[in-house]
């Protein structure tokens, strides 16, 4: 398997490590911190004390160094061969932080997505229930324009805080972010570090029981309790990826220690022993064979990042 040495980009940065606050490691292995438990290490590993500290590390970061923001890493798939650039968490407190002023709600990027629906609960801010079943994180919702039960993050985003791969902080409005459907046009090397949210009053009651019923669905309908990192494949228009994996007869199929799970064929699960080219090839794999079937071509939601194991190479299928 690759090895990824970041002894080189630490020296790179020079002395600006010597006023960094935050944890800066090299050669971090990030399996751990992803949903499949599978991957390899991130050369330059960082996690800032707070927005001037991620600036102070982009600037001094070289521009030709690049940056991936890694969250829950609960819809990522991180390659075999790991990170070659810097990988970048916001744990630190401040940005899980969360403050409400009449109906708007600013959060950290780093916040999960269901304590900002807990948080919209106590607020008594109806809108917001849809987070309680995304397992992800803010800075991931505001990048895919996440969504769930028929609501989407576009429908409550006002604006946005985000340090640009120089470390300028810059405030995008909802029209600037562009969202479309599991997307956003926002620049990819922007690091979201706050968004401001509007909600709608609503009885505590009424938040409650649209957010159990948002629990329950995915209780009864997901494979919660695996290795999974949520839906696989977007919706093709006008249908369902699960639908269209299911027609193809490729509910629980299986490449390695990877599969698709028998419970909701758009999930991908790691049974245990699973490598990140296991679960890469049966994506490529089911996309190739339902397109084959039913002349569907079903793109990828989950992210697949860095670089493969020595060797080792997967086509993107493409008709």
Sequence with gaps: MTVVDGDDLLTRIGDATQRLRGKLRTNQPLAPFTWFRVGGPAALYFVPADVEDLQLFLAALPGDVPVHVMG??????????????????????????VAVDG??????????????????LDAGLGGFHFYHGIPGGLG??????????????????????AVTRSGELITLSHT???FSYRNSQAAKDLIFVSATFEGEPAPRAEIEAAMKAVQEH??????????????????????????????????????????????????????GDATAYDLETLGETVRQRVYEHSGTLLDWEVKRIGDFADGAHISH???
């Design 317 to 319: 299928f493409e008709p």
């Design 103 to 120: 109906m708007r709600i600013t959060a950290g990027a780093g916040m999960a997505d269901k304590r900002l629906a807990a948080a919209a």
């Design 176 to 178: 600037d972010m562009g």
């Design 218 to 271: 995915r209780e009864t309908n997901q494979p919660i309790k695996e290795r999974t990192s949520g839906s696989t494949f977007k919706n093709p228009p006008g249908g369902s990826a699960w639908k269209c994996v299911d027609a193809a007869g490729l509910r629980g199929f299986k490449v390695g220690g990877a599969q698709m799970s028998p419970m909701h064929c758009n999930f991908m699960i790691n049974t």
């Design 140 to 161: 991931g919702a505001l990048r895919m324009n996440a969504g769930a039960n028929g609501v989407e993050t576009t429908e409550r985003v006002v604006s946005v805080d």
């Design 72 to 97: 829950l890493a609960s819809n990522s798939l991180i390659r075999d061969g790991g990170i070659p650039g810097a990988v970048v968490r916001l744990t630190a407190r401040p940005f899980n932080e």
